[in-house]
């Protein structure tokens, strides 16, 4: 039987819906919704059509989890019905993304031990409302939600220490598998794509070579307890050492969902860090790029990829687009598994030049359309690209060359 497009690659976009909350410089604490701060509230039916008309066949897409799930067995579905409704009207397939860098006031943060059985809950409550749905992404890039809200001290808790990074990084890969258990329980042909941020850290000297070292094997730790790949000895120690019990570590092991996995490799200019000796690091710029870094994650999971997310401001935009599908299209031919790219977002996003820190309102020009819904290079060059290499891809994935 001949495959489909869709079955074949996946070209995505997204539609940003962070909300973590921060704290104002007042000390008062704020919700940053990113729909609200783009207008998507007011223009989800226009957005949903702009994604239709780039022949976009993927929409990474969640309706804001902490407005959906108002208590214990208690939700609002009013927006989501919406949503998902004109989605299947306009044949656009969700990756249905249920939790994004924030959860509801009334669970707390990611300190919470009781969020994964809570969100779990949730998830199974979403499957079971829309049970045709297929493609999930659980939680959204848990190693960056643990690290800016429970290291950094940017988000949510705003706690800094390593043991708080741990609880939230454990607390958020529970969650995550536990959510994929109760899907399958409603939708078994579902399929889980991890978007997760694909770092190297470069050192700067001799001398930080061994940090170094220490953080490369640290950015595997929410894929490695997901997948429940085995840590090495370094690793182990250090969860260990910062609160993780071997109980918890056992049931990772115990709980892989693996088969049902797409790993979502995230890439970025800002992915790559310079380390120094004492511990600092910082932005390196692209160096390795997304074909070595992701040549890395594969070599470790051997789990289909996806590129998941990309994109830098204008004017580089357009030039990022062909280079980073450069990198995707020769990973493909040489027989890495990979199954979408994805550029993100469809508009404009608002205050991500701060990782949204600051309510500044500032637009950052890294849509396929800015706010007034108006398209933009990058757009119309996706759009181009989209519609040349669909069908080549086609007949790559039989083996055959032009």
Known sequence: MNKTLSEDFMFATGIENSYPTIQLPDGSIKRVDEMEKTGHYQHWGSDLELVQSMDITHLRYGPPYYKTHLGPGKYDWDFADLIFKRLKELNINPIVDLCHFGVPDWIGNFQNPDFPAYFAEYARAFAERFPYLQHYTPINEIFITATFSALYGWWNERLTSETTFVTALKHCCKANVMAMQE?????????????????????????????????????????????????????????????????????????????????????????????????????????????????????RYRLPIMHTETNISMPHSVSWLYKEWANVHQLKRDGVPVVGFTWYSLLHQVDWDSALRNDAGNVNELGLFDLNRQIMPVGKAYKKLIQQWRDVLVVESYGLDF
């Open 183 to 299: 899907i399958l329980k409603v939708q078994p042909n579902a399929i889980f794509i991890q978007s997760e941020s694909s770092e190297f850290f470069h050192p700067a000297y001799p001398t930080a070579q061994k940090i170094a070292n220490f953080l490369n094997e640290k950015r595997f730790l929410s894929l490695d307890l997901t997948y429940g790949y085995p840590l090495t000895a370094s690793m182990y120690l250090y969860l260990m050492s910062n609160g993780m019990t071997k109980e918890e570590y056992c049931w990772f092991q115990d709980n892989q969902v693996t088969a049902s996995c797409i790993m979502g490799n995230d890439y970025y200019i800002t992915n790559e860090h310079v380390v120094y000796p004492d511990g600092r690091t910082e932005g390196s710029g692209e160096i390795f790029g997304y074909y070595v870094i992701t040549h890395q994650y594969y070599s």
